[in-house]
């Protein structure tokens, strides 16, 4: 059985790399049109015009957008330099509200701020960020990967315990009254706003509201296919970056501790400040992405920040494959649309409340039983799928859907370079584009 199963999911591995001929845009891009397909049908089968439609889309393409930069981030810390964070949410949270008191005005409530611009506001969320991760590698990199988890799941309870703290509500330093507004979370001008705003005064914006309006979509969602953009656009820094960060001297470095760090630091590289460099550029990844994603809305508080979204974070990574950055925003797409946003979308538009069996048992009763009871439950039986696949990758694809990948450790093919003859003019730029290929 358990080689029908590995067969199977080499199968479907070996599918997308044919379809898509191995180029990672194409499938990214065809993955995401699968899920945009899987999502119509449902939507028209709900009874949605066009406008339920692009709202549908819209929602869920932000969850993935929102997921990949999160999991790109987390895989250059386990990916890539074996750094077991669990503390993914709790440098979320520092990113968040630290970009929160410094751009909402002072007068806010709850919380106060600086009122400082957005993008410096920015600035100083994910600084913050990578000083925590900073100050919390000195000492937690010396621990071993079990217990560097301990510690940094330790410490996203403290921060997010910290934010909710009613010492921490409001305060005063030098005179400025700041805070975080405590359990009640804290108000700030949201990114999200961005859309209505480029809407309402870029040249062109008016009249795209009028094309939309005329299909049905309302200007609310024309203004969240503005941010949507946005965080696209994020999305592909983030993957940009960690390519430029993988494909560098810097970035073999992270690979060679992975693997072994005693031989790497018996090559004469000071391991520990490399772990140390790139925990705090990944930290301030989860910083800044954590504001885009968590935080568009313009209001935060601690419950937005609670352990089970690094668990699932992780869980992403899993499934895409650690090491791979194609793979980890598939993954990352893969997780939001089709384990968390399908579920919530099906449970709100077909679970029903009054028709179906109040336990298991009664729902083997028969077929309409059993689809009234997993529709009404599906918010919760997700979990019980999320566990399956994940013993089922355990077992049979450890490393993820693209986990296969190896990578070019030169430049160039040094294959081709030693069959051309002496003086061809060969050369090799350390540092240039390598890449991830397919076995």
């Known amino acids: 059985?358990?080689?029908?199963?590995?067969?199977?999911?080499?199968?479907?591995?070996?599918?997308?790399?044919?379809?898509?001929g191995g180029n990672d845009a194409r499938m990214i891009a065809g993955t995401m049109g699968g899920i945009y397909?899987?999502?119509?049908?449902?939507?028209?089968?709900?009874?949605?015009?066009?406008?339920?439609?692009?709202?549908?889309?819209?929602?869920?393409?932000?969850?993935?957008?929102?997921?990949?930069?999160?999991v790109l981030a987390l895989n250059l810390h386990w990916g890539y330099t074996g750094l077991f964070n669990i503390g993914v949410a709790g440098f979320m949270a520092v990113g968040t509200y630290t970009t929160a008191i410094l751009s909402a005005p002072p007068e806010a409530s709850p919380g106060a701020g600086l009122g400082l611009p957005i993008p410096i506001a920015i600035l100083g969320g994910m600084f913050a960020a990578a000083l925590v991760g900073l100050l919390t590698a000195l000492p937690a990199l010396r621990l071993r990967a079990d217990y560097l988890a301990i510690v940094t799941v330790a410490l996203s309870e403290i921060i997010r315990?910290?934010?909710?703290?009613?010492?921490?509500?409001?305060?005063?330093?030098?005179g400025v009254t700041l805070g975080t507004g405590g359990g009640r979370g804290i108000s700030y001008p949201a990114p999200g706003s961005l859309g209505g705003w480029?809407?309402?005064?870029?040249?062109?914006?008016?009249?795209?509201?009028?094309?939309?309006?005329?299909?049905?979509?309302?200007?609310?969602?024309?203004?969240g296919l503005v941010y949507l953009v946005v965080l696209i656009l994020f999305a592909a820094a983030f993957y940009w970056l960690l390519v430029r960060i993988g494909n560098s001297p810097f970035g073999r470095v992270l690979k060679a501790i992975?693997?072994?760090?005693?031989?790497?630091?018996?090559?004469?590289?000071?391991?520990?400040?490399?772990?140390?460099?790139?925990?705090?550029?990944g930290c301030a990844l989860m910083g800044l992405a954590g504001y885009l994603w968590i935080g568009r809305s313009g209001f935060v508080n601690d419950l937005s920040f609670r352990p089970n979204i690094t668990f699932f974070i992780f869980i992403a990574l899993i499934i895409g494959g650690a090491g791979s950055n194609t793979g980890a925003l598939l993954g990352g797409m893969v997780f939001s649309s089709l384990?968390?946003?399908?579920?919530?979308?099906?449970?709100?538009?077909?679970?029903?409340?009054?028709?179906?069996?109040?336990?298991?048992?009664?729902?083997?009763?028969?077929?309409?039983?059993?689809?009234?009871?997993?529709?009404?439950?599906?918010?919760?039986?997700?979990?019980?799928?999320?566990?399956?696949l994940l013993v089922y990758l355990m077992h049979n694809r450890p490393d993820g859907l693209l986990g296969h990948r190896k990578e070019d450790a030169a430049a160039v093919n040094l294959l081709e370079r030693s069959s051309k003859p002496p003086g061809s003019g060969a050369t090799v730029a350390d540092g240039g584009e390598g890449g991830e290929r397919d076995e």
């Open 198 to 223: 480029v809407l309402d005064n870029v040249p062109g914006g008016e009249a795209l509201v009028d094309v939309g309006q005329a299909l049905g979509i309302a200007k609310p969602v024309m203004s």
């Open 161 to 174: 315990l910290a934010v909710k703290s009613g010492t921490l509500a409001e305060f005063t330093i030098f």
């Open 37 to 70: 397909l899987l999502l119509i049908v449902f939507s028209l089968v709900a009874g949605f015009g066009l406008g339920g439609i692009v709202n549908t889309l819209r929602a869920a393409t932000v969850f993935a957008a929102g997921y990949g930069m999160l």
């Open 1 to 20: 059985m358990s080689a029908q199963s590995a067969g199977l999911t080499d199968r479907v591995r070996n599918l997308l790399v044919d379809v898509f």
């Open 339 to 388: 384990l968390f946003y399908l579920p919530q979308f099906l449970s709100q538009n077909f679970g029903s409340s009054g028709s179906a069996p109040g336990d298991f048992l009664g729902a083997l009763a028969g077929l309409d039983e059993f689809v009234a009871y997993t529709l009404q439950n599906i918010s919760s039986l997700r979990f019980v799928l999320i566990g399956v």
């Open 258 to 281: 992975r693997e072994d760090e005693l031989v790497a630091s018996s090559l004469g590289k000071d391991t520990r400040v490399f772990k140390l460099k790139v925990f705090a550029v």
